[in-house]
């Protein structure tokens, strides 16, 4: 059984479309998040849910809106997708925010055309 | 600022050879640190933890890592390094964030082992 599991793993769009990804976790944690790494490899938060409650927001632009319907999913959905939005994102979830380690999806390759 | 650093880009190590990625810390109260590896194409796994107790953190596939509080490092070692090995390592600090917890990671090292 996959922990973390983001859907879809590739995703090749257009400038200016809207595309969401999403995350499911079975690991029953509390704690959910979306990280981007870039072309360099370089990892950044971008929000943070605990039990459905958004917590950590970084400077993200709007066109980036989480969505958590339960505490198990997190989607992220993006609107007039940008060259530069090109990246991997990787879900992850703990059991808190705190002590525990974190547990990362497979990614999605977003590329902008 | 809190932040984390790994100051090497690469580590090119001979299978059998003891290896060490080197990270560095800056935070205010006690670092909850991390270690994590990336394989080509795949999601971080993690490696290890230090929270707190013992300087010396065992953790998967053989690696361990040492809290060193006053260089502020938790460098990351194995005794005998394995063609295997060869992937992209993370250092981690949990930091303060709004009233919780959020992981900053540092730059990566990629890790070559060579036969």
């Known amino acids: 059984d996959t922990a973390v599991s983001q859907t879809p793993k590739y995703l090749v769009t257009q400038m200016g479309n809207d595309k969401s990804i999403k995350c499911e976790q079975n690991l029953g944690h509390d704690t959910m998040y979306w990280y981007k790494q870039d072309s360099k490899k370089f990892l950044k938060i971008m929000f943070s849910y605990n039990n459905k409650e958004l917590i950590i927001n970084e400077t993200v632009p709007n066109r980036f809106s989480p969505k958590s319907p339960d505490k198990a999913h997190l989607n992220l959905h993006i609107n007039s997708l940008e060259l530069g939005d090109s990246a991997v994102y990787f879900c992850a979830s703990s059991q808190g925010s705190w002590g525990q380690e974190a547990f990362f999806g497979q990614g999605t390759r977003l590329t902008v055309v | 600022a809190q932040s984390v650093a790994q100051p090497e880009d690469q580590v090119n190590v001979a299978e059998g050879n003891p290896l060490t990625v080197k990270c560095t810390y800056s935070?205010?109260?006690?670092?909850?640190l991390f270690w994590y590896v990336q394989y080509p194409n795949r999601g971080l796994q993690f490696l290890l933890k230090y929270i707190t107790g013992d300087n010396l953190v065992k953790g998967s596939y053989g690696f361990e890592a040492e809290f060193n509080k006053s260089q502020t490092s938790f460098h990351l070692k194995k005794p005998s390094a394995l063609v295997s090995d060869s992937a992209l390592y993370f250092c981690a600090v949990r930091v303060v964030s709004s009233n919780t917890g959020k992981l900053i990671f540092g730059q990566g090292t990629t890790l070559q082992v060579k036969p």
């Open positions: 935070v205010s109260g006690n670092p909850y």
